[in-house]
């Protein structure tokens, strides 16, 4: 935690102080979430299911700068889990994060940033980019990523783009720890206003704590084109090839995906398929990801807005011994919210999320939880 702070905080300030001399404007958002939440298998288990109820409280507070040149956005959520019967699983989930960007010149454009995220909510870890298959629950994960990007700009229709990130996961025992480096090349070429083409090529290399290390390299191309005016549809592919250093084995496939955006006049849907390989949070080996999803978001009246989504991810463990539960896991499931403004300053939310996750090699090791939150949430902005 001390570590992933640490980062969080210099990397906000060295922003802040290359932007203030030149701000145009500062706004601070804080809020303070109220809810009751329903969880009817906090402990995810097939069988003897325990449900409780839980009270959140989750202050946020939200800094924002931009100058001519830069932006800059920092936020910090903590968020206090009260269980009703279970008060041995109480704690605090804390996330963090802070993003800039920078033109350098007419040409030039960095971009940082970092995301960091400590939590026992199963609910919380699944939503982390790359956490994979979740099948325990009540054990901190701590993760944090931090990233860098670059785009130079040749001509007024061809771009290089560069970009490396790391990320680790600390697990409250210690059997999944694992730290990711990543380095990748690419370029994009404009080829009118409604399409655009790019290619890149990125090496990832897994360092498992207690396990083999392994590797990937990615190479893909792809293309986002502009149907209508409210249509747009984005598509890449490519060969990704995977390698375990213990035992020795190399495994070669397809990564890449297909996503369609609709705008309507009230509302945006959105249907997505990605297939990739990722570290997850409870293997020791890579894992290969695929996802379908469906969203859709829409105001109902002039003061309620609603979402749904729903999704199916297939995860597929390569190579090696890992974590069981882990390595040959399919889940299937979906929410909705509603959020309803009842004062400039006051919204109220109402959540069901519902998710069905099927272990392929153990079927003790599967489960079905439901949540449902109800909450309202204060907000205050100012600029200065």
């Not at 495994?251 to 398929?273: D, Q, W």
Request: with cysteine; proline share 2%; aromatic share 10%.
């Amino acid at each position: 935690m001390k570590t992933s702070t640490f980062v969080v905080f210099l990397m906000a300030v060295i922003l802040m102080m290359a932007a203030s001399c030149y701000a145009l404007d500062y706004t601070a958002d804080l809020s303070l979430s109220l809810s009751e939440q329903y969880n009817d298998n906090i402990f995810l288990t097939n069988r003897d299911k325990v449900s409780d109820y839980i009270t959140l409280v989750a202050p946020a507070l939200s800094l924002s700068t931009r100058t001519a040149q830069s932006d800059i956005l920092v936020n910090y959520s903590p968020t206090f889990n009260f269980y009703k019967d279970n008060s041995d699983q109480n704690s605090t989930s804390h996330a963090a994060s802070a993003v800039g960007h920078y033109r350098a010149t007419d040409k030039l454009t960095l971009g940082l940033s970092d995301t960091f995220v400590s939590t026992r909510e199963a609910a919380a870890i699944r939503a982390v980019q790359g956490a994979g298959p979740i099948s325990t629950s009540g054990e901190r994960i701590t993760t944090n990523t931090l990233a860098g990007d670059l785009a130079y700009r040749i001509t007024a229709k061809i771009s290089l783009l560069a970009n490396a990130g790391y990320t680790y996961t600390d697990t409250q025992t210690g059997t999944d720890d694992v730290s990711s480096y990543t380095g990748g090349l690419g370029a994009t070429y404009l080829y009118n206003s409604r399409t655009t083409f790019r290619i890149n090529a990125t090496y990832t290399f897994f360092d498992y704590k207690t396990s083999s290390n392994s590797n990937s390299s990615s190479y893909i191309a792809g293309v986002n084109y502009r149907l209508t005016p409210t249509l747009v549809i984005d598509a890449f592919g490519g060969v990704v090839i995977t390698k375990v250093d213990e035992p020795k084995r190399t495994n070669t496939g397809f990564t890449g995906g297909v996503s369609a955006t609709k705008t309507f006049e009230r509302g945006t849907a959105s249907i997505s398929y990605l297939q990739s390989v990722i570290a997850g949070v409870e293997s020791t080996t890579p894992v290969k990801q695929q996802t379908l999803t469906l969203r859709y978001t829409a105001p109902v009246v002039e003061r309620l807005d609603a979402s749904a989504s729903a999704f199916y991810s297939r995860y597929r463990a390569i190579g090696g011994t890992v974590t069981a539960g882990a390595e040959d896991r399919d889940d299937i499931g979906g929410t909705a919210d509603l959020t309803y403004r009842l004062l400039p300053w006051l919204n109220g939310f109402f959540s069901y999320s519902y998710i069905n996750s099927n272990d392929k090699t153990d079927s003790t090791g599967s489960y079905r939880n439901n949540i449902v939150t109800a909450g309202i949430r204060l907000s205050k902005q100012a600029r200065f």
